[in-house]
């Protein structure tokens, strides 16, 4: 950091196992990316090339080689490999990820009816070679899925060979583990706390609010991602208690407490 203050919470350090920051790239240009590390390199620890945008995605080795350079891991999105599943071509795809020398993939069954065993066996035989994510929960609105469940699939696919499992929210953060409107199924998140570990989990989180829902409930080293490009630098005052958000989290209560003194009697 560039200078000394008090009562700022530990950051876990790169490579990181907890306090992971997971961008979404939906289809930066070159430079682009070339910016987002210049910028925040040191505090993105993976970077989704988001849905199917590998796809079209212009100079692809050449950003996924810049992000590897900077110790980022890489991984195709999660519709792209149901793409390739429902297409039949699961060896086409596992040739696809060899090729791009990418160190992950994400499974993930959020726009194709998978039966959950088969899932597992594709996770299964992915990780043999490389880092495995999978992600648990629908795309599709007004599917809700019962706490037990959640937590059976996540912990079944954490043994099946998963890294991580990625608790569902889209980009929108309106579906998954959030509500409609953007706020976050507490019940939910607190019954698969209890059955899954913090640190196995990463939590979709594109919105301001829930990221800071999460720092606020699980502290600053809490996996968050489909975090913005543009994003990723505020997340990280967000985590330091160096936004008004999350402002007095670290403070001493006796230091809080006379702020806010002060401010009711200025």
Same mark, same amino acid.
């Given at each position: /950091?560039?200078?000394?203050?008090?009562?700022?919470?530990? #950051?876990?350090?790169?490579?990181?196992?907890?306090?992971?920051?997971?961008?979404?790239?939906?289809?930066?240009?070159?430079?682009?990316?070339?910016?987002?590390?210049?910028?925040?390199?040191?505090?993105?620890?993976?970077?989704?090339?988001? =849905?199917?945008?590998? =796809?079209?995605?212009?100079?692809?080795?050449?950003?996924?080689?810049?992000?590897?350079?900077?110790?980022?891991?890489?991984?195709?999105?999660?519709?792209? =490999?149901?793409? $390739?599943?429902?297409?039949?071509? =699961?060896? !086409?795809?596992? #040739?696809?990820?060899?090729?791009?020398?990418?160190?992950?993939?994400?499974?993930? !069954?959020?726009?194709?009816?998978?039966?959950?065993?088969?899932?597992?066996?594709?996770?299964?035989?992915?990780?043999? !070679?490389?880092?495995?994510?999978?992600?648990?929960?629908?795309?599709?609105?007004?599917?809700?899925?019962?706490?037990?469940?959640?937590?059976? /699939? /996540?912990?079944?696919?954490?043994? +099946?060979?998963?890294?991580?499992?990625?608790?569902?929210?889209?980009?929108?953060?309106?579906?998954?583990?959030?509500?409609?409107?953007?706020?976050?199924?507490?019940?939910?998140?607190?019954?698969?706390?209890?059955?899954?570990?913090? *640190?196995?989990?990463?939590?979709?989180?594109?919105?301001?609010?829930?990221?800071?829902? $999460?720092?606020?409930?699980?502290?600053?080293?809490?996996?968050?991602?489909?975090?913005?490009?543009?994003?990723?630098? +505020?997340?990280?005052?967000? #985590?330091?208690?160096?936004?008004?958000?999350? $402002? $007095? *989290?670290?403070?001493?209560?006796?230091?809080?407490?006379?702020?806010?003194?002060? *401010?009711?009697?200025?």
């Amino acid at each position: /950091m560039n200078y000394s203050l008090s009562h700022i919470p530990a #950051r876990s350090s790169k490579p990181r196992e907890e306090g992971l920051t997971m961008v979404m790239d939906k289809g930066l240009s070159l430079r682009q990316s070339e910016d987002l590390v210049d910028g925040a390199g040191h505090l993105v620890d993976l970077v989704k090339l988001g =849905f199917g945008t590998s =796809f079209a995605t212009p100079k692809l080795k050449d950003k996924i080689a810049l992000y590897q350079s900077n110790d980022i891991k890489v991984y195709l999105g999660g519709t792209l =490999f149901e793409a $390739f599943i429902a297409r039949g071509q =699961f060896e !086409d795809y596992r #040739r696809l990820v060899a090729d791009l020398k990418v160190e992950a993939a994400e499974v993930s !069954d959020g726009s194709i009816n998978l039966p959950h065993d088969i899932k597992c066996r594709y996770i299964n035989t992915l990780a043999r !070679d490389i880092t495995v994510l999978s992600e648990v929960g629908s795309k599709e609105s007004g599917i809700l899925i019962s706490p037990a469940k959640w937590v059976r /699939m /996540m912990n079944d696919e954490l043994q +099946a060979g998963s890294w991580k499992v990625i608790a569902e929210a889209r980009e929108s953060g309106t579906v998954g583990i959030y509500r409609p409107s953007g706020h976050a199924h507490t019940t939910l998140v607190n019954r698969i706390l209890a059955k899954v570990p913090g *640190q196995d989990i990463i939590w979709e989180a594109p919105l301001k609010s829930q990221q800071t829902w $999460f720092i606020q409930q699980l502290g600053a080293n809490v996996n968050l991602g489909n975090v913005g490009p543009d994003e990723v630098m +505020a997340l990280e005052a967000l #985590r330091l208690g160096l936004r008004g958000d999350t $402002f $007095f *989290q670290y403070l001493p209560e006796d230091m809080a407490e006379k702020l806010r003194q002060v *401010q009711e009697n200025p």
